[in-house]
């Protein structure tokens, strides 16, 4: 009876994970969504070295997971590594609001400050990011018919966060004011640390598997040495000034970042395919989620404009007046987040009723690349033959962010779902790291890409294609999106073949 019961609901330990990660990406999405707003207003940093800058940050946020994630399961456990991780993202929240507060009196310090804060931010979302997720499945047994409606309500816990998040750090930080922004960091490190708060109450009461172990403690033999408190705020410190390091770099000195992803995929790609032990049709299957990463690179890169370009958009084309209130333009960047929490069950149904007709997977990615670049062609018709200064209603940036949703529910856990299910067991993390490494090299992309948003009349270049307003730049990714999804829809048979699913 009891049992009967217990399958009906789901565990207290999703909910608690649920809240982590809910406040963690209203933190993550919050300070998203005024970064290059502040960049540019506050700090005066010119829009193509913001975009660079933005590019460099959002790369590398997808990169430290890797190295998080192997400590945690070698040594440390997720619940520390969660702990860890979201208090140093904290910590980097509240330098980004000093260095809002100390950007006119002291620009020195404020500059420190701010690479500072992104350097904590990337490396405390490295020991964050990939120990939340994985907890979700331990928590029921094998083969338990609720760990997909489960996933599905964490997925919701994201998208809670992420429409959150803009809407309250804009409300506070994005008033038009540039001495304001302080405040947009404030409250995402505010939600950090309830995130955190979360973590430490409620982890080890109810995040248990089913037979009531408690789930992500300390690996069985670490030794002494690694769960040490000195060794873990050493090692901590020593990983944020490296961080902070890499990001300043990238964006200072020397544009390293494209050429180490380049690099960090052919060494992957190496180690897989000279293993002997794998099968002809594993490394088949291995070579579909290789090529299937590379396309998600395209719709990504054009993705990930939200916190980049179309801020700019939203906050100099865009007519944003309601006659009563001013519509912040980082409120647009929740929109994503809404329309994902309203179109998820709509997608999920429509692939469960085509049945035998439903599309294969890489079918689905070519639809999705499809639908953002009919978002992009939306948004382009929007601003054709629109003079320079002439504001655009909001609905074409509305109706842009609902087809770009519709395409990312098309690929983006479709893509997740196919890696886990082609992937063999002995590689099924490293696999996992090159779906990271695809979108690390996207949000860099993404950066660049943004750098050439044709401002005050000034015109820019892209592989010999000229671009001298709003239209141009947008049928830049209108032709993008759509050459990469006709060329996977060619290869659609070709890699149905390869995947021996059938």
């Given amino acids: 009876m009891n049992e009967a019961v217990a399958q009906k609901g789901h565990p207290k330990g999703l909910w608690v994970l649920f809240g982590t990660e809910m406040w963690e990406r209203f933190n993550y999405y919050g300070m998203r969504a ?11 940093f010119d829009k193509a070295f913001a975009s660079n800058l933005y590019g460099s940050y959002t790369s590398l946020v997808y990169l430290t997971p890797l190295i998080g994630g192997f400590i945690a399961d070698k040594y440390w456990g997720n619940q520390r590594s969660i702990i860890a991780g979201g208090i140093v993202m904290a910590l980097g929240e509240f330098m980004l609001f000093f260095c809002g507060s100390t950007y006119q009196s002291a620009p020195g310090l404020s500059t420190i400050l701010f690479f500072s804060g992104l350097g904590l931010m990337i490396a405390g979302n490295g020991f964050f990011k990939p120990n939340i997720s994985s907890l979700v499945g331990q928590l029921y047994k094998k083969g338990d018919r609720r760990i997909d409606p489960a996933y599905t309500i964490f997925y919701m816990g994201i998208n809670v966060g992420g429409a959150i998040g803009p809407f309250i750090c804009g409300l506070v930080g994005d008033t038009g004011n540039p001495a304001d922004f302080k405040w947009a960091f404030l409250a995402a490190g505010i939600g950090m640390i309830i995130s955190v708060i ?7 009461k109810y995040v248990t598997d089913p037979d009531k172990n408690i789930l992500g403690l300390t690996p069985k ?17 020593a990983f944020s000034a490296l961080t902070i390091g890499l990001v300043y770099l990238d964006a200072k000195v020397v544009p390293y970042l494209t050429y180490l992803l380049i690099a960090a995929t052919v060494f992957i790609a190496i180690v897989i395919f000279s ?13 579909v989620i290789f090529i299937a990463a590379f396309f998600v690179i395209f719709f990504w890169s054009a993705f990930e404009q939200a916190g980049a370009s179309l801020t700019f958009f939203a906050e100099e084309q865009t007519q944003r007046d309601l006659g009563f209130y001013v519509v912040p333009a980082s409120f647009f960047q929740s929109l994503n987040s809404i329309f994902v929490v309203s179109f998820a069950p709509v997608f999920a149904w429509l692939w469960l009723k085509l049945g035998k007709r439903e599309p294969s997977s890489p079918t689905k990615m070519a639809i999705g690349l499809l639908l953002l670049a009919a978002g992009y062609l939306w948004i382009a018709t ?10 655009v209603s909001m609905i074409w940036l509305i109706g842009m962010y609902a087809l770009h949703t519709w395409g990312e529910l098309s690929l983006s856990p479709i893509g997740l779902a196919m890696v886990n299910k082609l992937a063999p067991m002995k590689f099924a993390s490293l696999l996992m790291a090159v779906w990271f490494l695809a979108n690390a090299a996207a949000n860099k992309l993404a950066g660049v890409l943004s750098a050439l948003y044709p401002d005050s009349g000034k015109t820019t270049h ?11 730049f947008f049928m830049l990714f209108v032709v993008m999106a759509s050459v990469a999804a006709l060329v996977l829809f060619l290869l659609t048979k070709k890699l149905q073949k390869m995947m021996h699913q059938n």
């Fill in 382 to 391: 929007g601003v054709k033959n629109v003079g320079p200064g002439i504001k």
């Fill in 198 to 204: 979360v973590q430490l109450l409620f982890h080890k």
């Fill in 275 to 287: 293993d002997k032990t794998l099968t002809g049709i594993e490394k088949q299957r291995i070579g």
């Fill in 34 to 44: 005024v970064l290059v707003l502040f960049m540019t207003k506050a700090l005066l």
């Fill in 221 to 237: 033999g670490t030794p002494s040495i690694w769960i040490n408190p000195i060794t873990i705020v050493v090692g901590l410190a």
């Fill in 462 to 472: 892209f592989l010999g294609y000229q671009m001298n307003n709003q239209y141009d």
